[in-house]
């Protein structure tokens, strides 16, 4: 694997060859990460991973602070995975040039785009820059993140030429969803994701028809929120091809995004 921290030597790397499977990241790799990595490396000739916590993207400071950051053990996990380049750009090799200010439409202000401000606007603005410097064939991106796939693949798969792959959410043990910040978690914090992800996970086995859906989803927030004392933004059952309100006829998945002590976790199911 060789390492890359400057767009000259990306550049040089790179040049000559069409056809990367690029996984972007912000470091604290697990084995989400890794699954995105395999199916690269299953597809494509050659696999580029990109490291970098982009601060555009937090719309707060201090979490961008407290992001867990482990550079030394993702290189060790990247190196044994037989990549064949690990890109650490500096903020100014993103953010140096003269960025394109990506705008959401009004449908598409929705769950993290609403709860979040200008976060997908910072996601769009970094992922554009790193598409247009690596022109890869195929981005792989996790399912956990299912908005922020839909919007990637709305806003620039077109504008790059390039495949957009989802890669299914990987779980621990506990059906908890793979995630750095769960680096972030106290024990007692992780063992309520594990009540609160398996709750919801039979929540959608359950609800099966429509009768009275909001009612059912009204119950099962405040239940949550009273027994657990995390602050749920939302918890809405959306359509998979064009994350519209659903009311369960079409294929859908339940979206979910709460705080547990100021650590902000999503997951869908
Ligand atoms: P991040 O480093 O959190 O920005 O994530 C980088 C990529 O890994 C994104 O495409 C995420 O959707 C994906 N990812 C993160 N967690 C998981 C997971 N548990 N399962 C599958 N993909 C994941």
């Not at 690029?22 to 790799?29: K, S």
């Not at 449908?107 to 603005?125: M, P, Q, S, T």
């Not at 798969?157 to 959410?169: D, L, M, Q």
Request: proline share 1%.
């Amino acid at each position: 694997m060789k390492i890359i921290n400057n767009i000259f030597d990306l550049n040089k790397a790179i040049k000559n060859f069409k056809g990367f499977g690029f996984v972007p990241t912000m470091g604290g790799i697990h084995e989400g990460h890794i699954s995105l990595i395999k199916n690269s490396k299953k597809t494509c000739k050659k696999t580029i991973v990109s490291l970098f916590v982009n601060p555009k993207q937090f719309n707060d400071k201090k979490d961008f602070n407290k992001y867990p950051r482990n550079l030394n053990n993702d290189i060790k996990i990247l190196n044994k995975l037989k990549i064949n380049y690990l890109f650490i750009p500096s903020v100014k090799d993103v953010y140096g040039v003269k960025n394109i200010i990506f705008r959401l439409n009004r449908d598409d202000k929705i769950l993290c785009a609403k709860y979040r401000r200008g976060h997908f606007e910072g996601v769009l603005n970094v992922m554009n820059r790193l598409l247009s410097l690596i022109k890869a064939k195929k981005v792989f991106m996790g399912e956990k993140d299912f908005q922020q796939l839909f919007l990637i693949r709305k806003y620039l798969s077109k504008k790059h030429s390039v495949k957009i792959i989802n890669c299914k959410t990987i779980r621990d043990k506990n059906n908890v969803a793979l995630s750095t910040r769960n680096n972030l978690l106290k024990k007692n914090e992780y063992k309520k994701v594990v009540l609160i992800s398996n709750l919801l996970i039979n929540f959608k086995k359950k609800v099966i028809n429509k009768k009275n859906l909001s009612i059912k989803i009204n119950q099962i927030i405040n239940k949550i929120e009273s027994l657990y004392k995390v602050k749920i933004d939302y918890l809405e059952f959306r359509s998979e091809k064009d994350l519209k309100l659903n009311n369960l006829k079409k294929k859908n998945r339940l979206f979910v995004a709460y705080s547990i002590n100021k650590i902000r976790l999503i997951d869908n199911f």
